[in-house]
């Protein structure tokens, strides 16, 4: 089965400052992953997703993700963090169907 | 277009009850996933419905069910309450596509008294 790992409980980071937070990936064939952010008291916001092509996709909120396939990672970065993206964020890749497998969430603090 | 819209958005029960809850998907999506988040297992998959057929299903006890109506709106049901059930729903919809992106909605709080 596929899965994700984000290995990092929280991030802190300051504004203005880049931010990354870390995913990697163990899969078979080719992944598709995705970034999701949730804000509290809130559902699942779609950030960004990697299918195929480009190694570095960009998404919402100024976010983008690099995809490593030597490396196994798909890490969130972000070039100048504002406070305002404090929030839990999660990596996932699909598997059989439309399910999809989440890691186990990164909490962002940006402090100003 | 609207989001996913999911009802109640919080709810309080009682062990030994049952609840059902319910997720109306963006317009013409097919496909409605259900997914459990709680802090000590993370978000976990439920079960995915498509053109009123279950297509997919984690690994949850059959006190855990759903439906999906010709509409595409979707209903699962909880039976027979445990206090472990207490938990965020999320339901995801999509439109039909491998690479597609499933949008969520905002939650279903449950609180298992």
């Known amino acids: 089965a596929q899965s994700v790992a984000q290995p990092e409980d929280q991030v802190n980071v300051a504004e203005g400052n880049p931010l990354t937070v870390k995913c990697t990936y163990s899969?078979?064939?080719?992944?598709?992953l995705f970034w999701y952010v949730q804000y509290p008291n809130r559902g699942l916001q779609f950030l960004l997703k990697?299918?195929?092509?480009?190694?570095l996709v960009k998404g919402s909120y100024g976010f983008e993700a690099e995809f490593n396939k030597s490396q196994t990672s798909f890490h969130l970065k972000k070039p100048s963090a504002l406070v305002s993206d404090s929030a839990l964020y999660f990596c996932?890749?699909?598997?059989?169907?439309?399910?999809?497998?989440f890691g186990g969430g990164t909490r962002l603090m940006v402090k100003p | 277009k609207a989001g996913v819209t999911q009802t109640p958005r919080y709810l309080i029960k009682t062990r030994g009850q049952q609840v059902t809850l319910s997720c109306s998907p963006i317009?013409?999506?097919?496909?409605v996933s259900w997914y459990q988040q709680t802090p000590g297992q993370g978000l976990q998959f439920l079960f995915e419905?498509?053109?009123?057929?279950?297509?997919n299903k984690g690994n949850f006890p059959g006190r855990f069910s759903g439906r999906q109506f010709s509409n595409s709106r979707s209903e699962m049901n909880v039976s027979t309450l445990e206090l472990g059930d207490s938990a965020l729903y999320l339901c995801?919809?999509?439109?039909?596509?491998?690479?597609?992106?499933?949008?969520f909605g905002p939650g279903t709080r449950l609180t298992v008294l």
């Open positions: 899969v078979s064939g080719n992944p598709y």
């Open positions: 990697y299918i195929t092509g480009d190694n």
């Open positions: 317009s013409g999506h097919r496909s």
């Open positions: 419905y498509f053109s009123e057929t279950q297509r």
């Open positions: 995801a919809s999509l439109p039909t596509g491998d690479t597609d992106t499933q949008y």
């Open positions: 996932a890749v699909k598997n059989a169907g439309n399910m999809l497998t």
